[in-house]
């Protein structure tokens, strides 16, 4: 699904009142201004944040600028959505248009309708089911230190595993849905969508999230609303997902075994050998060894990989092969998703 967009579409309009940021010298003097996004309300609160950018030398703005989360401002949530980049900034555009009391004209509401317009950066994402939310949580652990990708090694950051953190040009961040709704007012789940049914969905779920900014768009040539197809979204996701090594944790060379206390070596052996620690150990002698064993790239949260036995652990590149989870009917059914969302 489409998870965030920022976009620009020409529309000559009176500058939106929304005021300015600028920036005073040590002289006193302005050296610049831009103006301020506006934060436009929709459903359940959701907000997109639109400004008047561009002029035509008569005192009126040339273009509008929107940010945000389209499937949440026109949903009231982002559970769930559609692919279809089109449909939905052009439902944007128009409540936007409507609540800002905005008059554009037939070849505007054209162009922006058949996609005629710069995207500066966006967020898409698929969803994958594993057995339950622990093994979500597992996976993102096991992440931490299995992959990488050519920006270097993976970071996991208050349950969210990063590739590219830092990246102006691309990122993956991947976490559990479940915990992402219950993380803060940011986050906030309306009343009316906690439902039985959609709890349960949910529960199990990894989000897996492609960020492409404007720098990569541009090289790819895709800024382009029209250019972002479906089609093309996935193929996307493949390509960007498909380039993180997922491979699985490097056993210790002898040398490394031999410099290892013996407590810890005794632990490490057991783990190689496909022993759960968790009901091996004493509880602060398995998290005090995690810890230290850690520094040697040695998750013994994560069952060996080389255990016979090792069914609660998902491998990373299994699930990533798997085809995505399937958008339940009842949100269909009850109108929780948005009219250009296909059904499976």
Known sequence: MIDWCYFEVLLQHKPIDSGSVLCIGADGELEWSTPRRLNICGSYE??????????DGKGN?????FSGNPSKFL???NLVGSNDLLALNYDVFVKVCKILDLQPTELEQQRVKQGQYKVKNFHYNEMFELPTREDVRAWLRAGEFKAKSRHGRSS???????FGKTSKRWKVACYCKADEINAGKSHYLADDF????????IDNKLRIELRLFSRELSDLELNQANKLTEETLKSLFKKYIESIDMSGQVPLTSEQLLKLPQSLRSTYILWRSGEDL???????TFYRHRKQ????????NIRSDRSEHASNVIPLVRILEAKPAAIPDFFFDRGFIHHSAMRA
């Open 46 to 55: 959701s907000n997109i944040a639109v400004r008047s950018t561009g002029g």
């Open 194 to 201: 906690r439902t039985p049914e959609v709890m349960q969905f």
């Open 61 to 65: 703005a040339t273009h509008l600028e």
């Open 293 to 300: 064993l850690l520094d040697f790239g040695i998750d013994i």
């Open 156 to 162: 996991l950051d208050r349950g969210t595993l990063y």
């Open 278 to 284: 968790r009901i091996t150990l004493p509880s602060r």
């Open 75 to 77: 949903q009231g949530h």
